[in-house]
């Protein structure tokens, strides 16, 4: 395979929390032409912060609420040379219980998100088919995925694990790949820990640099409670197979680490 992002790719970051920073310098220290999306006042002042800091940091004031308007977001990044790499949204951070749950806000927490990262997913995933250089998803979900608290955020993380899989197995014959970083809840949404962020932007690195070319259909659990870093394969066995590093993941390179864990799963 041929890596799409060996110079200067083209990367869109929906949205933004608060690993936005870190996420940016490390994709900008790739080379990449970074491209956030906002659609919410919050997004926007995060990007436009974010965007401040650097040079060639574009900020799109987007509304994302359907595959037509997912559609014209990325086609209008043909001119820029296409598109190389989509970062999904950031993990829902409401939460509602079950018991209190109503139908305003069940709607709005899925146009606003998830029908934002599948509309986005999808508009990408042809523009990487069309292209023929292959491309990245990396989507953002969180621990709600396993040990859930409410419905909206629920929901979304274990949408964004299914999405992730829906592209990565897929579209490997086009060269298109799908890994999914699912936060733990000390990591999300108030991150304090500037290690845990920096792994976490590492990571995201990592996956779309040239060296993540062979990861696919994984998802990476990433905690600051325990500095662990943790992956495995979407399909798998054994699903219990997991790997733990500890506070090794705040002193060793993720390229290295990734090295043991990307061997879980296979026979």
Known sequence: MTAPVASNPTVLVAGGDRHLGPIVTALTALGARVVLQAQSHEELERAGAVAAAFSGVEVLDTDVRSFRAADHLVAGLAGHGGLDVLLTPPILTSNGPLIELDKTGWRDALTAHQKRAVGLARAAARAFVAQGRGGRVVTFSRSDTFR???????????????LTSAIAAPLREHRVTANCLVLGDALAPSPDSPAAKDMVAELVAHLCGPDGEQVNGRFFYASTSDLGLYSVPLAI????????????ASETPVGELLTPLLNIGKA
């Not at 419905?151 to 964004?160: D, I, L, N, Q």
């Not at 066995?237 to 090794?248: L, N, T, W, Y």
Request: charged share 15%; proline share 4%; glycine share 8%.
């Open 237 to 248: 066995a054994d699903p219990h197979a997991m790997v733990r590093f500890g506070a090794a």
């Open 148 to 162: 859930s608290r409410g419905v909206e955020a629920a929901a979304f993380s274990a949408a964004m694990l299914s």
